[in-house]
């Protein structure tokens, strides 16, 4: 068995159907360095930058766009929410897809819609177009958060494969970050252009992805040992054999993952998502009406120290990745963003040099948090479930993601800055909670 970042593979000694050197054949695990390697963490971290930009460039978008549409809290939720419950239906649909048919094909040409459906933001007239754009972009999305770790998982090294699964979270803040810049500096009117512009990531995304070939293990899984055998020996070369995996019997079925002897495991990989993504988008998603409601003027400058923060803390996530055993990653990570919005929300009247520091505590640890979204549901599905089970875990997350961002606005409204944080601080409660209770621990599990 060969140990990698926290996860095992079970690797084979002898396979006579694989080519094989003096010493016998090596797993692709323990290959040396590769252009596959690279051009397919390009090919996944690019798809991870792009979602961020996607999702976050509508704030700054929005914000143009008010006056023109009229928007209403309400819409301003709706229009923020779409693409998020576009990913919820996505996860759930092309994640068994990728199981079923192949990680490539669905993986591939989901980046031809993304330049489709970014283009055709320039031509949005009314608020119902808008969002039917943006939710049909969150399926897209969805194919990124369901298909994008099983492609990377299956096509690492094992060295620094937990890390570099981990890496999808930095690539997704990067690309968060990007817009957030993008639409500060923009000093245009047209908000339409600041959406199309989420369409030159998306084509040299999918320049990258058309020289990706279909995973070694996915192939194998399928029975079709040839094709696995001819996409080793092209891009890895002679003497190579791939880690042993569960031979598929039947097509992969979500219902398979709520049953069984694994099914609360299962659960909870799109439980743990739930509860930190909930806040995360809200509040980073309408971050201007949060700071004009607690009395934060300068939002600009504080805004762009706090989004570099939040890369920071996402490069520290993965340090934690190496450093902590999965179920105290969670169960720790919880914990400190709760308390840093518990006491955001309980003291609305505190100062500045009290409020804004607590403010980078929770942009820090939540980017930081976020990493292992990456690695967890990878660990914990098989590779004939991985992207089904990916996806589900993907789509359960969306819901709080959604319905978050729709509300906020509203809450901000209604009941204002201090109660709706304490409403968002309950997200991570609850993630605290079924940690403690449920949270297996995978950094030394096996995958098969």
């Excluded at 990493?371 to 990878?378: G, S």
Aim: hydrophobic share 55%; charged share 10%; glycine share 10%.
């Amino acid at each position: 068995m060969a140990d990698l970042g926290g996860a095992m593979y079970l690797t084979t000694t002898q396979d006579a159907a694989w080519p094989q050197d003096a010493s016998g054949p090596v797993s692709l695990d323990e290959a040396p360095l590769k252009p596959i390697h690279l051009l397919a963490a390009a090919a996944v971290l690019g798809g991870a930058a792009l979602d961020g930009y996607v999702l976050g460039i509508v704030g700054p978008s929005l914000a143009l766009a008010g006056s023109e549409l009229n928007l209403s809290a309400v819409s301003q939720g709706l229009i923020a929410a779409s693409a998020l419950i576009g990913v919820f239906i996505g996860g759930l649909f092309f994640g068994s897809l990728a199981d079923r048919y192949g990680r490539r094909p669905v993986f591939s040409w989901n980046l031809a819609a993304f330049v489709v459906l970014s283009i055709l933001q320039l031509f949005v007239q009314e608020v119902w177009q808008l969002v039917a754009l943006r939710l049909v972009l969150g399926l897209a999305i969805g194919v990124e958060y369901a298909v994008g770790t099983s492609v990377l998982a299956e096509f690492s090294r094992r060295k620094g494969r937990g890390v570099l699964l981990g890496s999808f979270a930095v690539g997704w803040q990067v690309g968060f970050t990007i817009a957030f810049v993008v639409g500060s500096l923009y000093t245009g009117s047209d908000w339409r252009f600041l959406l199309a512009t989420s369409a030159v990531p998306a084509i040299i995304t999918f320049i990258l992805r058309m020289g990706l070939p279909e995973t070694p293990m996915w192939l194998k899984a399928r029975g079709r040992e040839a094709e696995a055998r001819a996409v080793v020996e092209r891009h890895f070369g002679p003497g190579y054999t791939i880690p042993a995996v569960e031979l598929e019997k039947a097509h992969a079925s979500p219902k398979e993952l709520l049953v069984g002897e694994n099914r609360f495991q299962h659960l909870y990989s799109g439980l743990f998502w739930f509860c930190q993504v909930g806040p995360f988008f809200a509040i980073f998603t309408f971050i201007g009406p949060v700071f004009d409601a607690l009395g934060i003027r300068d939002a600009t400058t504080v805004d762009l120290w706090l989004n570099a923060l939040q890369i920071l803390g996402a490069v520290f996530g993965l340090l934690l990745l190496h450093w902590l055993s999965r179920r105290s990653f969670v169960i720790w990570t919880f914990a400190v963003m709760f308390a840093a919005l518990l006491a955001i929300g309980l003291m609305p009247q505190a100062p500045l040099w009290l409020v804004v520091p607590l403010f980078g505590l929770y942009m820090f640890i939540a980017p930081a948090a976020n990493n292992i979204q990456y690695v967890y549901p990878a660990e914990i599905f098989d590779t004939r479930l991985r992207s089904t089970g990916v996806g589900f875990s993907a789509a359960f997350s969306r819901i709080s993601a959604a319905s978050a961002v729709y509300l906020l606005p509203v809450s901000l409204q209604v009941f204002g800055a201090s109660a709706s944080l304490l409403i968002m601080a309950g997200f991570p409660l609850l993630g605290l909670i079924l940690s403690i209770l449920w949270a297996p621990e995978t950094k030394r599990k096996t995958l098969r």
